[in-house]
């Protein structure tokens, strides 16, 4: 009988080191924790995955966190992302490959898709459905505070006042807050259909985000999907982060735009088949180049055009703050395509207020 993904991911749990060893080779041990970039394997300190620790708890073998992100999960979410895996029948016959175990019959059943982290659709869901518009909250502050302020059409983002917010390890007993404010920007499908949540936890005044030690972490299914702004047909700009994104629609407001959360969601993220341009808002980081290459030959292959959006500085979210928004204007301006400029580029009606 074909093992579960629950007895696959404790026989991983128990090989962890060589897990990781294997998967994020450019990593290393440090204690009772092996630390690397992310879970495609760039070389930090970012990610870390336990060792050692008690089957079930919150300290277990195999558990990972990439404090970065805030994604989370186990060492089955692992391998799906570090392998851009979108199936769970996929991410399980990857680890029986791992772990020298036959390939079950092609009848085992696929139950769920690997969520990548923690946390259902549902809770996420539940999360949203509570959460209220920004305007006029410390979630608008806090974009406000990092030069974003023009928040037309942005419904995929919320606010909750009091998101329940769980330490770990490195949060000092004596700060520990069960809630803070919390940006919640919902994660959908192709389809408009809510698939997860991610939460930035602010500080009371919104003037940063809260002194925690994961202040963004993600719930639900992500892989291959991402918060949306727009709904997109033919052209469409896709990049990492929530922050980089709504930095972008300072200047191209119409343009539909999709956040995938990290570089290795970004390199599995699911694209409309009426996609005829993709623009790839890349970060300026090992882990970007990967994910654009991977992003550019998956979209080649189905005939859809790549074109990169370079920063200046890091992403554009740093552009936008240090170099303000007339030079990210005058960035995008030489990079987009000719027809896009005419169809999308509206100087005119930049710089609204929400």
């Known amino acids: 009988m074909p093992e579960p993904a629950s007895d696959l991911a404790r026989r991983l749990a128990d ?9 994020l080779s450019k990593g290393r041990r440090e204690g009772r924790y092996w630390l690397v970039g992310d879970t495609g394997n760039t070389p930090g300190r970012s990610l870390y995955v336990r060792l050692h620790g008690v089957d ?19 060492l ?17 016959d990857e680890a029986r490959l791992f772990l020298s175990l036959p390939k079950p019959e092609p009848s085992e059943p696929n139950r769920r898709e690997p969520s990548a982290l923690t946390g259902s659709p549902e809770a996420a869901r539940r999360l949203l459905k509570i959460a209220k518009p920004i305007t006029g909250t410390v979630a608008q502050t806090y974009l406000r505070q990092r030069g974003i302020t023009d928040l ?15 330490g770990d390890d490195d949060d000092a ?40 030690s994961t202040p963004r972490r993600a719930m639900g299914h992500l892989l291959g999907h991402g918060v949306r702004f727009g709904r997109a047909c033919d ?28 570089a290795s969601h970004l390199a599995a993220l699911i ?44 992403d554009f979210n740093d552009d936008l703050r240090q170099l303000g928004r007339q030079a990210v204007t005058n960035r995008l301006r030489v990079q987009l395509a000719p ?10 009606s930049n710089g609204g207020l929400c």
């Open 15 to 23: 090989q962890a080191e060589a897990v990781c060893r294997h998967y």
């Open 271 to 314: 694209l409309p088949t009426t996609l005829r341009r993709l623009y790839v808002a890349r970060d300026d980081d090992p882990a970007g180049d990967r994910a654009m290459r991977s992003l550019t030959e998956r979209a080649t292959i189905v005939g859809i055009e790549v074109l990169s959006l370079e920063p200046s500085m890091g």
């Open 56 to 74: 079930a708890s919150k300290g277990a073998a195999g558990k990972w966190t990439d404090a970065a992100t805030g994604d989370h999960g186990d």
């Open 173 to 212: 007993c004596d700060r520990a807050r069960d809630a803070w404010p919390a940006l919640i920007a919902a994660v959908t499908d192709l389809d408009c259909a809510v698939t997860g949540a991610h939460r930035t936890w602010l500080d009371l005044s919104g003037q940063d985000k809260a002194p925690v």
């Open 235 to 262: 052209v469409m700009v896709a990049g990492e982060g929530i922050e980089t994104m709504l930095s972008l629609r300072q200047v191209l407001i119409d343009m539909p735009m999709v956040a995938a959360l990290s």
């Open 339 to 348: 027809d896009d400029v005419a169809r999308f580029w509206h100087p005119a």
């Open 76 to 92: 089955l979410d692992l391998i799906a992302a570090n392998k851009c895996l979108t199936t769970l029948r996929e991410t399980l």
């Open 152 to 166: 037309r059409n942005c419904d995929a983002l919320r606010f909750h006042p009091r998101c329940w917010y769980r």
